[in-house]
Each structure stands twice: as C-alpha cells, then as structure tokens.
Nanobody, 124 residues
C-alpha cells in the first residue's frame, strides 16, 4: 500500500529554517493531492497542499510567505521548506495524500494516506 515517511523535523530558534521531506512508496501510478498538516495541542490544521499532476499549490494564511511546498517526482518526495519559523509553528507535522485526477487540491478534502509525523519545535 501507499506509505509516507516524514523526516527533517527538529528544534530550531525562532527565525530559523527547516526543510521537511516526505518519501512516498508503494504508490499507485496516478496523480495526487499531497498535503502537509500539523497538530499541536488542539485540532489538526492544514498547512499546504500541492497537485502532483500540475504543481498548483495552496497555503494556509498562517504560513503564506514563509513556507513553500514542492515535489521531486523523480525521487517520490514531497518537501515543505519552512522559513522564518515562529514558536506557534511548533507541532507534529504530517504529510498526507489522496488520489486526484484534476488540478484542485485543498486542505479540507479527505486525505486517505498519512505518514507517521515528524516533530518541529521552535523556541523563542
């Protein structure tokens, strides 16, 4: 089955940067919406999404201008470049996927495949 494995989390000071990676294996030959989500005490929230067939992206307002979602199709890898990190970005970050056949990916859609998460901690 499809498996997603995140890496790249860690502890950084406010204003620093991290790049998260999500390696996809066992995938169906298809196009997908791929998303990054995060969960701190409270509800899980969407961070960013990308359509693998065309590259269109969507960002939550809280990360616009600071985070960039991208993909390397040849490496079966999804990335989240996080710059200008703030303490409120502290959370467990998850990547997720859903089969999608047209260029319309949002953070409110149902994502069917999920990774195990990678912890990001930002100190003030």
């Amino acid at each position: 089955q499809v498996q997603l494995v995140e890496s790249g989390g860690g502890s950084v000071q406010a204003g620093g940067s991290l790049r998260l990676s999500c390696v996809v294996s066992g995938y169906i030959h298809s196009t997908y919406c791929m998303g990054w989500f995060r969960q701190a005490p409270g509800e899980r929230e969407g961070v960013a999404a990308i359509y693998t067939g065309g590259g269109s992206t969507y960002y939550d307002d809280s990360v616009k201008g600071r985070f960039t979602i991208s993909q390397d199709i040849a490496k079966n890898t999804l990335y989240l470049q996080m710059n200008s990190l703030k303490p409120e970005d502290t959370a467990m970050y998850y990547c997720a996927a859903r089969v999608q056949f047209y260029d319309y990916c949002t953070l409110s859609q149902r994502y069917t495949y999920w990774g195990q998460g990678t912890q990001v901690t930002v100190s003030s």
